[in-house]
């Protein structure tokens, strides 16, 4: 079952892990590498339904981890402060963060708050690589 409903109504959407669907979160592993691709509006309600399922995800996740943030139409200090606790829990566990920042206005939010000088950004956006055996990564 994809979704909780009640009647036409739906309650949950268990692919995204969340009832609002103005924003979500996809989880998938890459070459030993976990993505946690956002996408909507990050913001403060968005921080309060995605931590516990961001916080499940890192406690099992491996050392190294990307937040993808191409499908971010809008963040707020919510969305800031979700990314915040990812890095701060990815560095207790000695791992490593990369953050994508997607569109300009989100580049934009980072340089304006400084923290663009606390993740690490890297210079180009993920690459999937379609042919067998092949490695993904940045370029």
Known sequence: MATLREGKETLLDWDTGTADFTFGLRHRVVNGTDVLA????LDAWADQELSPRVT??????GPRVVADL?????????????????RNQVILDRGTLWLVPGSPRNRRLLRITSLDRVFTIPAGAPVPCTRAGARSGFR
Not at 38 to 41: I, M, R, S
Not at 56 to 61: C, G, K, S
Not at 70 to 86: E, K, P, Q, Y
């Open 38 to 41: 956002f996408w909507g509006e």
């Open 70 to 86: 191409r499908g971010v139409t809008f963040m707020d200090a919510g969305g800031l402060r979700l990314l915040v606790r990812i």
């Open 56 to 61: 499940a995800l890192l406690d099992r996740a």
